[in-house]
């Protein structure tokens, strides 16, 4: 496990310098992500034990947004005078996104690459 | 013998008090959410979101005192996003195979996400910086605040924006598409990814890893495009 969370921070360190001296306008990891995505291809498989790492951080994900989310805080003010029209705006665009964008893709699938997951 | 008023003095100076007081409502409400049959709007994220607010209303805590402590946990988010490629590598045969679906699926959800908030906001009367603040609200925060900026938005604002999204499609990304009929977890992820970045994300990888790999590509591609496409929504539209 030391190992893995070793490899992702040298990766994440990595990419951080990439986009430090390119001055491309991506964050740091995902530039690792990439790194690591091609060293993958390359190897063609995934070691166990890094998989196992890498899937209970991604299993958690959701816990790592709620320091972010609380931050919602500091700008309760600025959003109070028109939550109505916010709402309604953020909600709307984001059900209609997620449907178009599900159903689009869906329908180009060939048949025989869909799942019923 | 310290009076309990001593105590919280003492705890409140520590970085350890708001790690926990994360750490254990998330856990808290992900029991919930699960005993509730996960019933959307009892997404932990949301819910913790909001209880951890009003915590630190009731205590008069300002943010950078909680963010002092709750960093430790968003650190992490670095090192996951570099483990987003994991699951991606596992369905790169997949990805060779839908290349051409995933493009097309992308750039009609992405320019969909910016238009219909476009839209919709200035038909309830949104106007001037809160509007453009708006645009990018689909990827992930860093980007996002990135084309705030460039564009005459307010990167705070749009930060708030970001956030807000990630939680409602996560809360009923996939059961509405479940509801319409939507089985497919590539399908479902990648339109999580698309239109509410890391935290839809983060949901899909509850859903399945497959869910979870292909809204990982989504959100990493569609920050990309987001970032080509608002300058030009903006310019089009003389905003």
New interface residues.
């Given amino acids: 496990m030391i190992a893995s969370?070793a490899a992702?921070?040298v990766?994440?360190l990595i990419?951080t310098i990439i986009i430090r001296f390119t001055g491309l306008?991506?964050?740091?990891?995902?530039v690792?992500?990439?790194?690591?995505?091609a060293y993958?291809?390359w190897r063609g498989a995934?070691p166990t034990a890094?998989?196992a790492?890498?899937?209970a951080?991604?299993?958690n994900?959701?816990?790592?947004?709620?320091?972010?989310?609380?931050?919602?805080?500091?700008?309760l003010k600025?959003?109070a005078d028109?939550w109505?029209?916010?709402?309604?705006?953020?909600?709307?665009?984001?059900?209609?996104?997620?449907?178009?964008?599900?159903?689009?893709?869906?329908l180009?699938?060939?048949r025989a690459?869909?799942?019923?997951? | 013998m310290h009076s309990i008023a001593e105590i919280w003095v003492y705890l409140e100076e520590q970085p350890l008090l708001w790690l926990t007081v994360?750490?254990g409502i998330?856990w808290l409400c992900q029991q919930i959410y699960r005993m509730a049959g996960e019933f959307p709007l009892l997404n932990?994220?949301l819910v913790?979101?909001i209880a951890?607010?009003i915590l630190?209303?009731a205590t008069g805590t300002p943010?950078d005192e909680?963010?002092d402590g709750?960093?430790f946990?968003?650190f992490?988010?670095?090192?996951?996003?570099?483990?987003?490629?994991?699951?991606?590598?596992?369905e790169?045969a997949?990805l060779k195979?839908?290349w051409?679906?995933?493009t097309?699926?992308?750039s009609?959800?992405s320019l969909?996400?910016i238009l219909?908030?476009l839209a919709?906001?200035a038909a309830?009367?949104?106007h001037g910086e809160?509007l453009v603040s708006?645009l990018p609200?689909?990827v992930?925060?860093?980007?996002a605040m990135?084309i705030s900026d460039q564009i005459g938005g307010s990167p705070?604002?749009t930060?708030?924006?970001v956030?807000?999204?990630?939680?409602?499609?996560?809360a009923?990304?996939i059961p509405?598409?479940k509801a319409?009929g939507?089985?497919?977890?590539?399908?479902?992820g990648?339109?999580?990814g698309?239109?509410?970045h890391?935290?839809?994300?983060?949901?899909a990888?509850?859903?399945?890893?497959?869910?979870?790999a292909f809204s990982g590509l989504?959100m990493?591609l569609n920050?990309?495009l987001t970032?080509i496409l608002i300058p030009i929504v903006v310019w089009l539209f003389g905003l």
């Fill in positions: 969370i992702l921070l990766l994440q990419g306008p991506f964050p740091g990891p995902v690792g992500m990439l790194l690591l995505f993958l291809l995934t890094f998989e790492t890498t899937r951080l991604l299993r994900l959701a816990l790592l947004f709620v320091p972010a989310g609380v931050g919602v805080v500091t700008y600025a959003v028109q109505v029209a916010l709402s309604i705006t953020l909600i709307a665009s984001a059900v209609i996104a997620i449907v178009v964008t599900g159903f689009v893709l869906h180009l699938m060939p690459a869909r799942s019923r997951g | 994360t750490v998330f932990p994220v913790s979101v951890i607010v630190l209303l943010y909680y963010f709750a960093q946990i968003s992490l988010l670095g090192p996951a996003t570099v483990a987003l490629a994991v699951p991606l590598a596992a790169a997949t195979r839908l051409l679906p995933i097309i699926a992308l009609v959800g969909t996400a219909s908030a919709i906001g309830l009367g949104l809160m708006m609200k689909s992930t925060t860093p980007i990135g705070s604002l930060a708030v924006f956030i807000l999204t990630g939680i409602v499609g996560a009923i990304g509405l598409l319409l939507l089985r497919d977890p590539v399908a479902k990648f339109a999580l698309v239109g509410s890391g935290i839809g994300t983060a949901r990888f509850e859903h399945s890893d497959r869910a979870g989504a990493g920050g990309a970032a």
